[in-house]
């Protein structure tokens, strides 16, 4: 569910729905401790702060794929 507001958010460039999703998906990763998801979770709300469309793109690229890689764990483990 995140990954379709954080995709539809990306869609609509809205910065402010990013930088808040980061931040409630952060939250989340802290309680599991999915380090990689935090960093990546970062990495996003830096990107929205600086307002670079091309770093904002690979940091939603990234993002999605930590929360990939954890819900394939998460099933797996």
């Known amino acids: 569910n995140d990954r379709e507001h954080l995709l ?5 460039n809205n910065l ?9 998906i952060k939250g989340g990763a802290r309680m599991v401790r999915a380090q990689r998801l935090i960093e990546r979770c970062k990495a996003l709300e830096r990107a929205c702060a600086e307002g670079r469309a091309t770093s904002i793109d690979e940091a939603v690229d990234q993002l999605q ?8 764990s ?3 483990g």
């Open 74 to 76: 998460l099933e797996t």
């Open 65 to 72: 794929d930590a929360m990939r890689s954890l819900d394939q």
């Open 16 to 24: 402010p729905g990013l930088r808040d999703l980061a931040h409630r």
């Open 8 to 12: 539809q958010a990306h869609a609509d």
